[in-house]
């Protein structure tokens, strides 16, 4: 049976406004540490608060079942009860860890103001770090002991305790709210200037995030992300399941990041969802890290156009090429290389999401062309959706979605055979802007994209092309077009034709055209005014 092709918005989450707060914890820091740092203490002590919260209310669980007739451990006896308290197992069974003192929110509370503040909660983090490692060895270094190195006073460091200490930042008061990941959002794009291009190697926009997972709807199965940041994919995949009545046990998440502090926000955001997962650290395009594993779904933003990725470290027969290594590697640029590896790690009936510059869909250096040609002639690219300027703050590169499926011949009972397609979304029109520097997708626009590629895909879809936004063409008018994938191409006429080009390139190049013109007519008046003096005409 197809499914439901009409789009389900998710439940609308409770919200509440602590961005008055973050900004005072930001001034807290603010001398003491880098900006682009700001989340690495921030989002350590939530994480500790978090952690203890849940502590405590497995614990008043506990103390009440004491005196409920209902409960196996009714009326026990005083020591008994005193052993309940202290068994692992009895937090464990509700992915609870139990708590020395030392590691609780509320003793670095009571002790927020003492002179060693900075002592207590670099403890308290060896101490946590110790536990998680103790159920998972995988979990150890999640937590790094960052307090006593830094510049931070102990007053500053109080001042943060007491912040954090409201009820705005409780996990168990605003169970909707999503703290953890509000605040990480908030520090990455208040301070996305201070991380530099490199903030946009880990931080996708939420909306674009939700988009990409809205398209795949990964309810059941196996979820990859090689390039996994903090873990934004997974955790909007878990939204996703929630919304839809999904089990979270019918997901597996598998990830790799490149950078070690960004891993360790990862595990931070995936233990306080209580999902199991397997996140590694290293190169995925060098260091394939699961090199076995196949994915049911692959959702990825890796970092756009790296140059110099050293392909000659590749093994000439790395299964993940399509064919030899002059063919289908470039130096300039990675792009094409993650495609591979992706489709590499699908499943036999799996599908990627790719969020990818635009530039891929028209460029003509021999390796890429030559994969998107193999991809395209072998039926695996799906669907290219085209995205607005200004959604990422921390890069004005250009951005598209590159939809990848090996679930494309119409033989599952659910979708329809298409290999023989492409469709092709121009949703440069859509969103909305935030501020002067921000667009984002608003549900509607989530909605309409999301919709149409259903509508196209499933069987008993409604789907009809749309000039100027979208259309299904087949593999010898894209040949025709040779084998450039830009919507504009196809969707019609009420769509501006966009050549790909990023614009600082673009403006590069222009400038260097523009300061060649200005010499040339500089050279043309000398030669003029050398002309005119010869006859007796001084300027």
């Known amino acids: 049976m197809a499914k439901n092709t009409t789009h389900t918005p998710a439940k609308p989450k409770a919200d509440i406004d602590f961005?008055?707060?973050?900004?005072?914890?930001?001034?807290?820091?603010?001398?003491?540490?880098?900006?682009?740092?700001?989340?690495?203490?921030?989002?350590?002590?939530?994480?500790?608060?978090?952690?203890?919260?849940?502590?405590?209310?497995?614990?008043?669980?506990?103390?009440?079942?004491?005196?409920?007739?209902?409960?196996?451990?009714?009326?026990?006896?005083?020591?008994?009860?005193?052993?309940?308290l202290e068994d692992d197992l009895e937090y464990q069974v509700k992915n609870v860890y139990r708590l020395p003192k030392e590691a609780t929110w509320e003793y670095l509370r009571e002790n927020a103001e003492q002179d060693d503040i900075k002592v207590k909660v670099d403890q308290a983090f060896v101490l946590l770090d110790e536990l998680l490692a103790k159920r998972n060895p995988d979990y150890k270094g999640v937590l790094e002991p960052i307090f006593v190195k830094s510049q931070l006073s102990p007053t500053q460091v109080a001042g943060l305790i007491n912040l954090f200490s409201k009820d705005k930042f409780s996990e168990i008061n605003n169970p909707e709210s999503d703290i953890y990941g509000r605040v990480y959002e908030y520090y990455i794009g208040k301070f996305a200037m201070a991380e530099g291009s490199g903030a946009g190697q880990f931080f996708t926009p939420g909306s674009v995030v939700r988009l990409l997972v809205e398209m795949l709807e990964p309810l059941k199965g196996r979820?990859?992300?090689?390039?996994?940041?903090s873990g934004g994919m997974f955790v909007q995949s878990l939204k996703f399941l929630q919304a839809h009545g999904g089990d979270k046990n019918d997901i597996s998440i598998y990830g790799q990041e490149r950078y070690?502090?960004?891993?360790?926000?990862?595990?931070?955001?995936?233990?306080?969802?209580?999902?199991?997962?397997?996140?590694?650290?290293?190169?995925?395009?060098?260091?394939?890290r699961f090199a076995d594993l196949k994915a049911d779904y692959a959702l990825m933003n890796p970092p756009f156009n790296i140059s110099n990725w050293h392909p000659e470290l590749l093994p000439d027969n790395d299964p993940r090429l399509f064919g030899s290594?002059?063919?289908?590697?470039?130096?300039?640029?990675?792009?094409?290389?993650?495609?591979?590896?992706?489709?590499?790690?699908?499943?036999?009936?799996?599908?990627?999401?790719?969020?990818?510059?635009?530039?891929?869909?028209?460029?003509?250096?021999?390796?890429?062309?030559?994969?998107?040609?193999?991809?395209?002639?072998?039926?695996?690219?799906?669907?290219?959706?085209?995205?607005?300027?200004?959604?990422?703050?921390?890069?004005?590169?250009?951005?598209?979605?590159?939809?990848?499926?090996?679930?494309?011949?119409?033989?599952?009972?659910?979708?329809?055979?298409?290999?023989?397609?492409?469709?092709?979304?121009?949703?440069?029109?859509?969103?909305?802007m935030a501020s002067r520097r921000l667009r984002v997708f608003e549900d509607a626009d989530v909605a309409r994209i999301a919709d149409t590629y259903h509508n196209w895909r499933n069987l008993g879809g409604s789907y009809s092309d749309t000039e100027?936004?979208?259309?299904?063409?087949?593999?010898?008018?894209?040949?025709?077009?040779?084998?450039?994938?830009?919507?504009?191409?196809?969707?019609?006429?009420?769509?501006?034709?966009?050549?790909?080009?990023?614009?600082?390139?673009?403006?590069?190049?222009?400038?260097?055209?523009?300061?060649?013109?200005?010499?040339?007519?500089?050279?043309?008046?000398?030669?003029?005014?050398e002309n005119l003096e010869e006859i007796g005409f001084d300027m």
């Open 325 to 432: 290594k002059d063919t289908f590697t470039t130096q300039g640029n990675a792009n094409y290389m993650w495609f591979q590896t992706l489709w590499h790690h699908l499943s036999e009936r799996g599908t990627a999401g790719v969020v990818m510059a635009n530039g891929a869909m028209t460029t003509g250096s021999a390796g890429e062309k030559n994969v998107r040609e193999h991809m395209i002639q072998q039926g695996m690219v799906d669907c290219i959706v085209q995205m607005p300027d200004k959604l990422f703050l921390t890069t004005g590169i250009p951005a598209c979605i590159f939809i990848l499926s090996k679930n494309r011949d119409g033989k599952d009972g659910e979708h329809r055979e298409r290999k023989k397609e492409i469709l092709f979304i121009d949703a440069r029109k859509l969103g909305t």
């Open 19 to 84: 961005e008055n707060e973050l900004w005072n914890a930001a001034n807290e820091l603010r001398g003491a540490v880098a900006e682009n740092q700001y989340k690495d203490y921030v989002l350590s002590l939530l994480f500790v608060k978090h952690l203890s919260e849940r502590y405590e209310v497995r614990k008043q669980e506990l103390q009440l079942s004491f005196s409920d007739p209902e409960s196996d451990y009714y009326n026990i006896e005083n020591h008994e009860q005193a052993q309940v």
């Open 223 to 229: 979820i990859m992300d090689l390039a996994c940041g």
């Open 468 to 529: 100027g936004f979208c259309k299904a063409a087949t593999l010898d008018e894209v040949a025709a077009n040779n084998y450039v994938l830009s919507p504009g191409r196809y969707v019609g006429s009420e769509a501006e034709e966009d050549d790909g080009v990023p614009f600082e390139e673009k403006m590069k190049l222009l400038t260097t055209e523009l300061a060649a013109q200005f010499e040339e007519s500089a050279l043309l008046e000398k030669r003029i005014r």
């Open 260 to 288: 070690e502090g960004t891993l360790r926000l990862c595990k931070m955001n995936l233990l306080l969802r209580n999902l199991s997962f397997d996140v590694k650290l290293g190169d995925s395009l060098l260091q394939d």
